[in-house]
């Protein structure tokens, strides 16, 4: 992996965890999930009329991460309904990586070096560390399966995409119609799941969504690029750097507790991206 995809990797993670945070302010995190679907399928379709439509087999990859993606968002939102941003960012985001290198390894021809195989393992040690103190800090353990719903999303997606790109040969334009994907499939199931109450929102959590959702679309389209120019499991593993980022807004915007667990997962995530890049 290049210095350049290495640095616009780790500027999507810090956006990624901008636009979860911007989530968690809401009062209703499905409405919130909504706005951020809104968003993303407007700005993939002023990407998508300036590109060719996609080949036949593309859309088998952008149908299907969108519905992964409608699934993602459920999940995420579920779960910041009942835990901390410091604390279900890293579960929802910890299982992913580790999904991902498995696959990757047996299943694609994406090479791995010694140094960033161990960086992966090392980061997802990290990611695990910090998800172990909802057992022993009374934490809410109903978050669990929501955030772990996530993870398995995050992993599918992140996998899916970076074929889908690949096949594609236009990462922008592939990004763009898999956000219009998305909206369509998230929208009729956040209404069947939560009554049409859910689409009712404030001027000021408008602008917040749409905000929300220029970051997460910059962020992902950078990381489904990424994907294309490096190995998928690698670019996956980076991309949870956005957990130091979770973390210090946590504490910041939310007034969360960071404890001695919290920091030791952090120091290993940092590790983690070190050896991933040398």
Request: proline residues 4%.
């Amino acid at each position: 992996m290049t210095l350049p995809v290495f640095a616009a990797v780790l500027l999507a993670a810090v956006m990624h965890a901008g636009w979860n945070a911007i989530i968690k302010t809401g009062l209703s995190k499905q409405t919130s999930m909504f706005l951020l679907s809104v968003g993303h399928g407007l700005i993939g379709l002023a990407v998508a009329v300036t590109h060719p439509l996609p080949d036949r087999e593309v859309w088998f990859w952008i149908l299907g991460s969108g519905l992964i993606h409608m699934a993602y968002q459920l999940f995420l939102a579920y779960a910041y309904e009942q835990g901390d941003l410091s604390r279900v960012y890293p579960i929802a985001r910890g299982a992913a990586p580790m999904a991902v290198l498995v696959v990757s390894v047996l299943f694609l021809a994406d090479p791995l070096s010694r140094g960033e195989l161990a960086g992966v393992l090392v980061l997802g040690f990290g990611i695990a560390l910090m998800a172990r103190g909802i057992f022993s800090n009374g934490e809410s353990r109903r978050l669990l399966p929501f955030a772990l719903g996530s993870a398995a999303a995050t992993a599918g997606y992140t996998l899916a995409d970076g074929l889908g790109a690949r096949a594609s040969g236009a990462p922008l334009a592939y990004v763009g119609w898999l956000m219009i994907a998305s909206a369509v499939f998230y929208t009729p199931a956040v209404i069947a799941l939560r009554g049409r109450g859910v689409l009712v929102a404030s001027r000021r959590a408008w602008v917040l969504g749409m905000v929300a959702a220029a970051g997460s679309f910059g962020a992902y389209a950078i990381a489904v690029w990424a994907m294309t120019v490096a190995p998928i499991a690698l670019v996956g593993a980076l991309r949870e750097t956005s957990i130091l980022s979770a973390l210090a807004l946590g504490w910041a915007v939310f007034g969360e507790r960071i404890d001695r667990g919290k920091l030791m997962a952090a120091t290993l995530i940092v590790t983690g991206v070190v050896l991933t890049r040398f």
